[in-house]
């Protein structure tokens, strides 16, 4: 659930107040009541159980009504999740977010770290493709051991190739961790936000270098 434009939200919490946030409605409770979190308790629950239910692995390949196969690739950030998906019929993975495992460390991830990761990753999807999206930091993501820049709209700023182009430190060592894996043919690699020519062609030289 994504809350998003509660005016004065940052001026009515404070630290330790309990608040819900209700994706459904698009509200945000702020010190609710016991009614408010016994309904809010249950409902989770019940979506929960729904969760769990559904949880069962779908055959492969993923059949329409009227015939047509389908190939479904995950969209996953870690190992945990890429069994899961695999376990539930993925025919590979269409996205890695490294951004998300580089989010999850309290420190610089090292190429051996991120490469054991995606090959990990590889081994679960042995045979089927797996796309490593080179890190997306900026805008809403950031990360504590990397300094960023004030933007007025870093949504739209430095992010992404950008982002990786501004340090070319980080792109080289996450090119690193790739490439230890290219005898795995289905590994490929998708570049983040791409604007310019200038951006796709800088980061091939990086590349092929």
């Known amino acids: 659930p994504v809350i998003m434009r509660v005016p004065g939200v940052s001026a009515l919490v404070r630290p330790d107040d309990l608040v819900i ?6 509200k945000i409770i702020i010190h609710p009541t016991e009614s408010d979190s016994r309904f809010h308790r249950t ?3 019940r979506l929960m159980a729904q969760a769990a239910a559904a949880q069962q692995p779908s055959p492969r390949p993923f059949t329409t009504a009227d015939g047509l196969n389908l190939r479904i690739l995950a969209n996953v950030s870690n190992i945990a999740q890429a069994r899961d998906a695999h376990r539930l019929g993925a025919c590979g993975v269409g996205l890695m977010r490294t951004e ?4 999850a460390q309290d420190h610089m991830p090292s190429v051996e770290d991120e ?11 042995a045979g089927l493709p797996v796309t490593v999206r080179l ?4 805008a809403d993501k950031s990360v504590p051991y ?4 004030e933007e ?20 080289k060592k996450q090119i ?3 490439l230890r894996l290219v005898a795995r043919p289905r590994v490929r690699v998708l570049l983040p936000f791409i604007t310019l020519v200038e951006e796709l062609e800088e980061a091939l030289e990086i590349i092929e270098r």
């Not at 007025?152 to 792109?171: A, D, K, S, V, Y």
């Open 100 to 103: 998300l495992f580089y989010m």
């Open 115 to 125: 490469s054991a990761m995606i090959e990990q990753v590889a081994q679960i999807f």
């Open 21 to 26: 946030a209700d994706g459904y409605e698009g």
């Open 152 to 171: 007025e709209n870093p949504q739209l700023g430095c992010r992404g190739m950008r982002f990786l182009l501004n340090h070319p430190w980080l792109l």
């Open 135 to 138: 890190l997306d930091l900026g």
């Open 176 to 178: 690193q961790s790739v």
């Open 43 to 45: 409902r989770a629950e």
């Open 146 to 149: 990397i300094a960023f820049a």
